[in-house]
């Protein structure tokens, strides 16, 4: 009996912690693949079989794609997007999310379905008008103008992801703080934002994505302001292997470092795990 | 400290009329129970004075002040919710100290006050931890002792001890009645439980469908229910009703009840006389009916149906005639089921309705 127990308890243990390292494995082995290959000599990535440990160490790859004209600018360039996308989408589409899970309005309905549809329309079938409007607007060609496009993107899923979390905060929180002294304002700030700081890291992480990976806006709207996809894919087809695991290697570090730093607010800090 | 004076307060949700023309004044230092079924509006009255709604017409004032137009925050209000409201991303003094140091107070004041009030509820232990590693009864405490330090004129709670145990319900009543003795703060108590409504409060009103059908201390409303409805919420078990016929003639006037013919008090008699022929209900408390092995004046025919013994009391279920009445007896009183006996009572201790509306006869 106690021994069918607790072979129930050790094969259920063997089961979640073999699924939790094939899904790890299964994100780690091609980062780690593509790390040696933008780490090893030129000749290294031609070799077959390849070998699995660091033999041959060298920069000279990565040397050679941060060397190449326009790249490091278009990291900083990918950068800069890629947070003031998180910036504008999260003031921008927070309160939308906010006002989405507090208050009961006309055509709420229409405007949560209407936030959805938006994302049904093709990038493609906009991006010819969008370049004309914004050479009209001075936009095109520069970072505020992707950074515009990224957000708009964004948008929707923030509103959406911010109005999930805004529900969970519990309207008697609010208020309580209203008796006690804030106004509307100061209520969500000190009260409402940090409840919800999991949930926006969580939005911005997404955001981050979202900007980081955008190749096709980014190409149609810039010419020499390019962000690190858009750069990487205008070169990619012309490129020697190397050069492409390169790029691939410093496509993935900005968003790792990125994701690693917001992680710690997406768990709960105030003394465990809240009921 | 300062009192409040509800004026004609409306407040609808969609179709729902929550408070109807509701008017109502309590005095400085007084302990006010809003009692009534969920749904009765005495939550929406507490937030229509908190600010936290807004009323539809009417005014609210506190002391002199109209302050029916004004945010929470300028009312000088204290509030304890339901929910408790605690910060959960704060710790128990952080949580205590919110209000204090959104008021601007110095470094040291809060920390004065906040350990005061720590000190108050027994919360001087915990102050370093987060709501999540303290007990519902340690909570409930925090959102007291929140509310308290405010030092505000007026102190509004809203079924703070709905989410307790029956235990620790019980202590912290005894508690809130301490603690409002002590800071004397004008108070507001909504409550669904009479027991709490007759314990806590200076005077209990009681609310139904948006209006307040009667507002008077615990033990008048206890004795002296405005109607049915009062008669029934208020006391467990509730008032007994029983149907009766006025009946007047050379004798006087008394009411028929079955074969039984009850002689009012003269008190009544009048009153009574003027629905002769008329229906009529008898409100009686289970406590004031005794049960007699033989017929008396003022004695109704019974059937014991259910007797439970209930440590301090036994409760029994009667039939009399074709309507059922519970009669609470002392433990020792011999009884068994299926026994017949006669309910004596007291003329006095009968609470005349009128059958058509429920209102009482005075």
Redesign the interface.
């Known amino acids: 009996m106690r021994s069918s127990h607790s072979r129930r308890y050790i094969s259920s243990r063997v089961l979640l912690y073999g699924s939790a390292i094939v899904l790890a494995l299964w994100t780690l082995v091609p980062l780690y693949l593509v790390a040696l290959a933008a780490f090893s000599t030129k000749q290294a990535t031609f070799q077959w079989p390849k070998p699995l440990l660091p033999t041959d160490f060298s920069t000279e790859t990565m040397e050679f794609f941060v060397n190449t004209r326009g790249v490091l600018g278009s990291v900083g360039n990918s950068v800069i997007v890629a947070l003031l996308t998180i910036v504008a989408s999260l003031v921008i589409g927070a309160p939308g999310g906010y006002a989405l899970a507090r208050f009961r309005f006309r055509g709420k309905d229409t405007v949560s379905l209407g936030l959805l549809i938006s994302k049904m329309f093709p990038t493609a079938i906009l991006s010819i008008p969008l370049a004309v409007a914004f050479i009209q607007l001075d936009l095109y060609d520069t970072i505020w103008g992707v950074a515009l496009i990224h957000t708009a993107m964004a948008l929707p899923f923030v509103v959406i992801i911010t109005s999930g979390i805004f529900v969970g905060v519990?309207r008697?929180?609010e208020?309580?703080?209203?008796?006690?002294?804030?106004?509307r304002v100061?209520a969500f700030l000190?009260?409402v934002m940090?409840?919800a700081l999991p949930g926006l890291a969580a939005a911005a992480i997404f955001t981050f994505v979202i900007s980081w990976n955008e190749v096709f806006a980014a190409t149609i709207l810039t010419l020499r302001n390019r962000t690190l996809p858009a750069q990487v894919l205008s070169s990619l087809n012309d490129s020697p292997l190397y050069y492409r695991y390169a790029g691939g290697f410093f496509m993935i570090v900005p968003a790792l470092i990125f994701i690693f730093l917001i992680r710690k607010y997406l768990l709960n800090?105030?003394?465990?795990?809240?009921? | 400290m300062a009192g409040i004076r509800f004026q004609s307060i409306r407040k609808v949700f969609g179709k729902t009329i929550a408070a109807n023309d509701v008017s109502l004044e309590i005095e400085d230092g007084e302990f006010m129970v809003l009692l009534g079924p969920s749904g009765c509006g005495k939550t929406t009255l507490l937030r229509c004075l908190a600010g936290l709604e807004h009323v539809d017409a009417g005014r609210v004032f506190i002391g002199d002040r109209d302050v029916t137009d004004l945010a929470p925050r300028d009312r000088k209000i204290a509030m304890v919710f339901q929910s408790y409201a605690v910060f959960p991303h704060l710790t128990v003094f952080d949580n205590i100290a919110f209000g204090l140091k959104m008021q601007g107070r110095s470094r040291e004041d809060v920390k004065r006050r906040v350990e005061r009030g720590a000190e108050l509820l027994q919360l001087s232990d915990y102050l370093a931890r987060y709501p999540a590693q303290l007990s519902g009864g340690q909570r409930q405490r925090v959102a007291v002792a929140r509310a308290i330090v405010m030092q505000a004129a007026v102190l509004l709670m809203d079924e703070p001890l709905s989410n307790l145990d029956a235990l620790l319900r019980l202590q912290m009543r005894a508690e809130l009645k301490r603690l409002h003795s002590e800071i004397k703060a004008t108070t507001i108590y909504v409550t669904h439980d009479q027991v709490e409504a007759l314990s806590l409060g200076d005077r209990i009103a009681v609310m139904q469908n948006g209006r307040i059908v009667q507002c008077d201390a615990p033990m008048n409303i206890y004795d002296y229910p405005a109607n049915t409805f009062v008669g029934g919420f208020i006391g467990s078990p509730p008032m007994n009703f029983l149907k009766g016929v006025v009946q007047t003639n050379g004798a006087g006037t008394s009411v028929n009840v079955g074969e039984s013919h009850i002689v009012p008090s003269a008190m009544v008699a009048p009153a009574l006389a003027a629905k002769t022929g008329q229906p009529i209900l008898l409100g009686m408390r289970p406590e004031n009916l005794a049960l007699t092995p033989t017929q008396l004046p003022n004695t109704l025919r019974a059937h014991v149906l259910v007797v439970e013994p209930l440590g301090s009391h036994k409760l029994l279920t009667m039939q009399v005639g074709a309507e059922f009445a519970k009669v609470s007896v002392p433990p020792d009183q011999r009884v068994e089921p299926e026994d017949d006996v006669w309910l004596h009572f007291d003329a006095d201790k009968i609470r005349w309705m009128d059958a058509a509306n429920g209102e009482a006869i005075r």
Request: hydrophobic content about 40%; aromatic content about 4%; overall charge neutral.
């Open positions: 519990p008697d929180l208020e309580a703080a209203q008796t006690l002294g804030c106004n100061q000190r009260v940090p409840l800090l105030w003394g465990g795990v809240s009921k």
